[in-house]
């Protein structure tokens, strides 16, 4: 093997750890988030009620989800950076080593799985990670809106916040 064919290698393979240090990234980041919201939608529903009081906690919530659809959004942008970089590679290890070809098994591949899932192939997974984000902003914005919008205002233990 060629000098030039083994540092596309270990480029490829450094870029593709890189990646999937950045899909680590945006996972962890959704299990906090998802984790926080949960506990805050949980502390807020103690009570059966919705309260002037439960409102910062209500926009926190949702400034996280807001934060974490900005961070998985990103966190996929780099990841996406050094899976083509990757590719990039092996495109030069294709035209260093003619008896290397990466492509063709790519398409094979890629043209197999179609076939499989034409459906699932259809979207992207980032609209599902940042879907997560959004769905507990949505969700902080919809209980605020509740209370918001609500005829009569009922807390007990806490001072109804004038609206």
């Not at 002037?52 to 990103?74: E, N, Q, R």
């Not at 996929?76 to 294709?94: F, N, S, W």
């Not at 209370?147 to 007990?156: M, Q």
Request: charged residues 20%.
């Amino acid at each position: 093997m060629k000098d030039s064919v083994e540092l596309y290698w270990r480029n490829l393979k450094d870029n593709v750890d890189h990646a999937r240090h950045h899909e680590a990234m945006r996972t962890s980041t959704t299990n906090i988030v998802v984790s926080i919201g949960g506990a805050a939608f949980a502390i807020i529903g103690y009570d059966k009620t919705i309260c002037g009081t439960d409102l910062p906690l209500l926009l926190f919530v949702a400034v996280l989800g807001i934060y974490g659809a900005l961070f998985s959004a990103k966190q996929t942008e780099r990841a996406g950076l050094h899976y083509i970089r990757a590719q990039e590679y092996r495109r030069a290890i294709d035209r260093d080593e003619p008896d290397i070809d990466f492509l063709s098994l790519r398409k094979s591949a890629d043209q197999t799985h179609k076939s499989r899932y034409p459906r699932l192939t259809q979207f992207e997974l980032q609209s599902l990670w940042i879907g997560i984000h959004i769905g507990i902003t949505v969700l902080a914005l919809v209980v605020a809106a509740t209370w918001l919008f609500s005829p009569s205002e009922v807390c007990t233990g806490a001072q109804p916040v004038a609206r």
